[in-house]
C-alpha cells in the first residue's frame, strides 16, 4: 500500500528556481516528501559555478555539511556527493521532528539561497488474518501536520496485488482543512481629507467563513453611528473631520479562532486653492489741473485725460501707460510755462529799474544827482513803465 499527497502540497515553485538558475550562478533544489522511519535525499545543484562553496542547513539554521564538511554531530546525516556543481546529503531514520524547510546557499556576493520542504508522513500499518488464515486484511493509517495551505488538497492511496492484473486500486481523499480567519483592512482612499467620505473594508478570510465582523474604534464603540455606519464588512465613515482621527480595529471570528487588523485614520486639511480671478473690462477717465497765476498774468491751466480702450482684454492687470504718460507730459509743460513766465516777470522788472535811473539822469548834472532824482520821481514812473509781451 503506497500513500501519495498531489504536488499541490508544499509545492515550492521549483519552475521559478529552475528559471532563476539559468540568468547565471543559482542553486538549485526540489522538495521532499519521505515516510516516517525511511531516507531522505536532499540535493543542491549549481549549472554555473566559479568554485563557489556550497551548504547545507536545517530549520534551526544549523549548518549540516560546508562543502564536503560535515558540521553537525548527527550520525543520521551522511555524505552522498561534493562537487562544485552539486552537493547531496542524506537524512536517514526520519522523523517528524525532521520536517520543516532545509537552505541551501551558495556564497556568492551577495549569497545566494533556495529552499527545500521535507515533508514527513507518519504511516502505520495493521495486519489481520480470519482463522482460515487465508485472506487478510491490511489496514494503512498516514498522520502528518497540515496547515490552511493543505485545504483542498487531494490525498491517494494506492492499493497494489497480485491479484489485480498489475492494475492497482487507487483511493483518493481531499483535505479540508479548517483554520482561524486572516483579516485585513483597506481604505477607499490612501490620502482622506476633511469634509470627504471614507469606505474601510475589512476582507477576511477563514473555514469556516468568519461571522459577520466587529467594528471599534481606539477599543471602544464607534462614537458617531450617524455618519459611521456599518454594512457588512464595510465602513462607511461620511463627511471626515479631525475628530475621526484615531485607530479602526476589525475582528473576524469562526469556530476555530479570532483574528483581528488596525487601520490608524489620519484626517487631512484639504488644500488651500484660491478661485480664478474674473477681471471685468472697464473705461478709466484722470484729468490733471494745473493753475499757476503770477502778477498781472492770466490763469494757465492744463487737463488731460486719458482714456483706456474698451476693447482691451479683461485680463490686463498691467499699469495703464497711457495714463502716465499724460501725466508726465501735463507736468513737464506746467513746469516749462512756469520757468518761462517767471522769466518774463524777472526782466520787465530789471527793465523798469533801468528806466527809472535813466529818467533821474537827464537833468542831473552827475551820477549822484541822477540816483537821488531817480528816487524821488517813484511816484510818477507807472508813466513811463515799460512793458514787454
Not at 498516514?142 to 483511493?171: K, M
Request: one cysteine or more.
Amino acid at each position: 500500500m503506497i500513500w501519495k499527497r498531489s504536488a499541490v502540497l508544499r509545492f515550492y515553485s521549483v519552475c521559478g528556481l529552475l528559471l532563476q538558475g539559468s540568468q547565471g550562478q543559482f542553486p538549485l533544489t526540489q522538495n521532499v516528501t519521505v515516510v516516517e522511519g525511511g531516507t531522505a535525499i536532499l540535493t543542491c545543484r549549481v549549472d554555473q559555478n566559479d568554485n563557489t562553496s556550497l551548504q547545507w542547513s536545517n530549520p534551526a539554521q544549523q549548518t549540516l555539511y560546508f562543502d564536503d564538511k560535515k558540521a553537525l554531530r548527527d550520525n543520521r546525516i551522511e555524505l552522498v556527493r561534493a562537487s562544485w556543481h552539486e552537493l547531496s546529503i542524506s537524512v536517514s531514520d526520519v522523523s517528524l521532528s525532521d520536517e520543516g524547510q532545509y537552505t541551501c546557499s551558495l556564497f556568492t556576493m551577495p549569497v545566494k539561497t533556495s529552499k527545500a520542504y521535507l515533508t514527513v508522513l507518519d504511516v502505520k500499518y495493521l495486519k489481520e488474518e480470519d482463522a482460515n488464515r487465508k485472506t487478510f486484511t491490511v489496514s494503512s493509517t498516514l498522520d502528518f501536520r497540515v496547515d490552511r495551505s493543505d485545504d483542498g488538497v487531494a490525498v491517494i492511496c494506492r492499493v497494489d496485488h497480485e491479484s489485480l492484473n498489475a492494475t492497482p486500486q487507487v483511493a483518493m481523499q481531499v483535505l479540508e482543512i479548517h483554520y482561524t480567519p486572516s483579516v485585513k483592512i483597506i481604505p477607499s482612499t490612501p490620502f482622506p481629507q476633511e469634509g470627504q467620505p471614507l469606505i474601510l473594508t475589512c476582507e477576511s478570510k477563514g473555514k469556516p467563513l468568519p461571522e459577520p465582523v466587529l467594528w471599534t474604534k481606539d477599543g471602544g464603540e464607534l462614537p458617531d453611528p450617524d455618519r459611521m455606519v456599518v454594512s457588512g464588512r464595510e465602513l462607511n465613515i461620511l463627511f471626515l473631520n479631525k475628530t475621526d482621527n484615531g485607530t479602526y480595529r476589525c475582528e473576524a471570528t469562526n469556530t476555530i479562532g479570532q483574528s483581528s487588523a488596525e487601520y490608524v485614520l489620519i484626517v487631512h486639511d484639504v488644500p488651500n486653492t484660491l478661485p480664478p480671478t474674473t477681471l471685468i473690462p472697464s473705461l478709466t477717465t484722470a484729468t490733471v489741473t494745473t493753475t499757476v497765476a503770477i502778477a498781472t498774468s492770466t490763469t494757465t491751466s492744463a487737463t488731460t485725460s486719458s482714456r483706456r480702450d474698451p476693447n482691451a482684454l479683461a485680463g490686463q492687470t498691467g499699469p495703464d501707460h497711457a495714463l502716465i504718460g499724460g501725466i508726465v507730459a501735463v507736468v513737464v509743460f506746467v513746469t516749462l510755462c512756469s520757468i518761462f513766465l517767471l522769466g518774463r516777470y524777472l526782466a520787465r522788472h530789471k527793465g523798469t529799474y533801468l528806466t527809472n535811473e535813466a529818467k533821474g539822469a537827464e537833468d542831473a548834472p552827475d551820477a549822484d544827482t541822477a540816483i537821488i532824482n531817480a528816487e524821488g520821481s517813484q511816484v510818477n514812473a507807472e508813466e513811463k513803465k515799460e512793458y514787454f509781451i
